[in-house]
C-alpha cells in the first residue's frame, strides 16, 4: 500500500482529485468506480473545476458507484443515486446513462446484484475505485464479516453505520438497514485503488488496515492483497499509526524518484 499523510482535509481532496485529473488525462474513456458519504464531497468539488477548466471531460467516461440503499428509489433525497447527480453528475459534462449505481429500488435484487457485476464487466472492469472508510473498517457496504473474496450483493447495515449515517436522514424518517454493495472481490479487480480517510474519528479503522491482521473483521484491511492501492489520509486519521515517520520517508523518496524520471 502506498500510504500518503497529509497535514488537512482539504490536502487530502486535493491529492485524491488529481490522481483522478490525472487518470483522465491518460485515458479519456476510463472507467471510475465512485463513492459516496462526506469524505469525497470536496474531492468531487475538485473534479468539477477541473471539467469546468476543460482540463479534463467526462464524456468518454462510464462510473460505478459502490453501493446503494436496498429500499430507496433513485429520486429519493437519501439515495446514493441523488447524492451522485446532486455532488458530481449534474455539474459535468457526462451522459448519466453511462453512470451507473446498484439499483436500489430492484424488484429482485439478488439478480440485480448479478446484473451489476455483468455491467462492470462489460465495461472492461474499473480501471480506479475510490473509497471512503467506515469507523468500523467498511469499503462499500462491506461491514465487518464480510468475505474478503465477496461479489455484489444484499448487504445488512451494522448498528453502527445505522447510527453514522442517520444524520442524514430527518426524524421519523425511513432509514434503510439493507443495502446492495459491490463486493470486497469487486473491489479488489478495480486496476487501482484510492482509499480517503480524515480525521480522528477514523484513526482506527486506519490503523486496523494497515497495521492489522489481514481480516474479515477489518473489511479494509483486504487492500492489504492490492497491486496498486493508495491510502490519502490527514494527519488526524494517521494518528494511532505506530510507523507513521516511515510510511513519510518512504512517500518523500517515492517523490524523489518520480521526479527523477520526470514523471
Ligand atoms: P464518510 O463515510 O465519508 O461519510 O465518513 C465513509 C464510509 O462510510 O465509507
Known sequence: MQIVILKDS????????NIFIKQLQKKADSVLGLATGSTPVSLYQGLIAANKAKQISFAGVKTFNLDEYLGLEGTHPQSYRYFMNEQLFDHIDIDKSR??????????????????????????G?????????????????????????????????????DDNARFFKVGE???????TMGIGTILDAKKVVLL????NKADAIKATVEGALTAACPASAL????????????????????CDFYKHIEAENQKLLAKLGL
Open 10 to 17: 482539504a490536502s487530502v481532496a486535493e491529492y485524491g482529485a
Open 99 to 124: 453512470t451507473f449505481v446498484p439499483p436500489g429500488d430492484a424488484e429482485n435484487p439478488i439478480e440485480a446484484c448479478q446484473g451489476y457485476e455483468e455491467q462492470i464487466k462489460a465495461a472492461g
Open 126 to 162: 474499473i480501471d480506479i475505485q475510490l473509497l471512503g472508510i467506515g469507523r468500523n473498517g467498511h469499503i462499500g457496504f462491506n461491514e465487518p464479516s464480510s468475505g474478503l473474496m465477496s461479489r455484489t450483493r444484499v448487504k445488512t447495515l451494522t448498528k453502527a453505520t445505522i
Open 174 to 180: 425511513y432509514q434503510p438497514h439493507l443495502s446492495i
Open 197 to 200: 480517510a480524515t480525521g480522528e
Open 224 to 243: 492489504q492483497l492490492h497491486q496498486d492501492a493508495v491510502l490519502v489520509i490527514d494527519e488526524a486519521a494517521a494518528s494511532k499509526l505506530t510507523d
